[in-house]
C-alpha cells in the first residue's frame, strides 16, 4: 500500500491512497473538509463526499502524469515501471505541477 499527501496552494486537501493496482481511495482532510472556503481539488471530486474509491487511478491525478516520448524518459530515469502510474505521480508531481496540486508522498 503507498500513500501521498494532495495539497491545494500548499495547504493539506487530502490523502491519495494506492491499496492495489485496482483499489484506489481518495480521503479530504477532515479540517479541509469542513472549511466551506476551501474548494474542491476538482470538478470530479467535488466536497459533497469525503471519501472516494476507484479500480483505476483518479483520472484527476492520472491527468498530472506526463505522456508519450516524455513518460518514457520520466520512467528510464526515475527506473520507474511504464504502467506504475502511482509511483510516478509521486516521483514527478512533488513540485512545479501545473495549477494548484501537489502530491506529496507519505512514508509509512
Known sequence: ???AAIYRNGKLAGFLTEESRDKYFFRYEDTYFVDNLQPSVS???PKTQQEYQSEYLFPFFFN???EGVNRKLQCTQLRIDENDNFG???ATA???TIGAITVKPIEE
Do not use: I, P
Request: zero cysteines.
Open 43 to 45: 470538478l470530479t471530486l
Open 1 to 3: 500500500m503507498r500513500k
Open 64 to 66: 498530472m502524469l506526463s
Open 88 to 90: 510516478l505521480l509521486l
Open 94 to 96: 512533488q513540485q512545479d
